[in-house]
């Protein structure tokens, strides 16, 4: 469950903020970015992640809306973090173009977060929802969590594309209504497995108590990893 | 006749073939300047050019929403009014940067010509994105001094202006650069707004080439004077209308566009 991309977090020489450790030589907070289709549960995964992980880590929040600034406001009004620690980025209608084409909003509203209630040891980066290909911009994010859900339909993991094959974790969110919407999970694991080796898959239901967990000890491993690295 | 041979007979009556027909051709005064890297407008006034333009509708989603534009003619309208009074402002500055005037001189100007805060606010965070693309793809020690004085964006012609200076472009090329933005980012939102015909809404960005053509030679004779002149003979036109909507679509809760 906690395999990883073999060359884990490689170094990156750009002018962005991709480069991993701070002016003053500390390692910056690690980024990780959710996708995945609409309604599938990203901003629930991310209010029950900061509700998890908050007490041990210095957690901000990035989300990338469609429209509106409605996850923002989801978070704030659900208390998951202080309402500094989130931050809205307007994406002009297109998402992925935001978190993977053209990376420079994002970069500057995660550098403000780590300038304003930094330091900071996680950000996580919201996509608002988008289609199988949307992935984010390793100029942006350390690693990428994909989410889709049961209700969606058994077949996305079999159909796969960018998000599903290559993102660090598959999250399969809704496993409580598998039932009722005549969804087969082994099915899903097998394609999903077919799709993509060796990397990771969560089965979650977040309305469960601690649904959440998979998802949590992934990410606690990235941090792990994260930060015994050599920067 | 060897192969080679063969290709080189075939070279030399290309060329013969050239010669003759450039002997009709009309004389051409300026062939561009020799040296500058002309190729590096592509790349700098691309749309896909990442510094954050793909968010913002210059001012077209409050248009398409009280009635202004609505069709493909309405928005050639709609960009001729910006060329002229929004674009010819900014292409006025970014040709003073690429001059090598004063960037803070020239931040202050563009305050100046700049009335509403949202425009400013929206003016100086796209500088600050446009900076960051910019110091990856034409380091300079200019940028490097303008992104340290101006830690949360300078304004966006003049980042842009300067940025070009760095990739060798001259000041009437910052000038297209910038005044050919300024009616392709409302043109590419309209098509989103409207569903409007991806071609009628190119058609109208060609149709417009001319009026470009006149507000790039336009900022840089400005920009030219301002050397000896000082900054008051950039250009001040306004457009009040925009600068009104701006204001109002930056309170709305639900929109597709952050400007």
Sequence with gaps: ?231 | MSERSERAIQRCALSECEAERSVGAPPVEDWGSVGMSRAALLVLADGRFPAGGHAHSGGAEPAVAAGHIKDAATLETFCRGRLHTAGLVAAGLAAAAAAGLDPLLLDDAADARTPVPALRQVARRLGRQMMRAARATWPSAALDALAAARPRGAHQPVVLGLAARSAGLTPLDAAYAVAYENISGPATAVVRLLSLDPFDATAVLARLTDDLEQVAEQATEAAHRAVTEGLGALPAASAPLLDIAAEAHAAWPVRLFAS
Aim: charged residues 25%.
């Design chain 1, 1 to 231: 469950m906690h395999l990883d991309h073999q060359d884990g977090f490689p170094e990156r020489h750009t002018y962005s903020a991709a480069a991993p450790v701070r002016g003053d030589g500390t390692r910056r907070a690690l980024r990780i970015g959710l996708g995945g289709p609409v309604g599938t549960g990203k901003t629930a995964t991310v209010a029950a992640l900061c509700r998890v992980l908050r007490e041990e880590f210095s957690i901000a929040v990035v989300t990338n809306d469609i429209y509106t600034r409605e996850d923002a406001e989801f978070l704030r009004r659900e208390a998951v973090l202080p309402t500094e620690r989130i931050v809205a980025v307007e994406t002009g209608a297109c998402p992925h173009t935001a978190i993977r084409d053209d990376i420079s909003a994002n970069l500057e509203a995660v550098e403000d977060l780590e300038e304003s209630v930094g330091p900071l040891d996680l950000v996580l980066v919201e996509s608002g929802g988008d289609n199988l290909t949307a992935t984010f911009s390793k100029g942006l994010v350390d690693a990428q969590i994909f989410v889709i859900d049961t209700a969606g339909g058994d077949d996305i993991p079999r159909k796969g594309g960018p998000g599903v094959t290559t993102a660090d974790l598959l999250v399969v969110n809704k496993t409580d209504l598998a039932p009722y919407v005549g969804v087969d999970l082994d099915g899903m694991a097998r394609d999903a497995k077919a799709q993509r080796g060796e990397l990771p898959v969560a089965f979650t239901a977040l309305k469960q108590p601690d649904g959440v967990k998979p998802v949590a000890d992934w990410v606690r491993a990235q941090l792990t990893h994260w930060t015994t690295a050599t920067a």
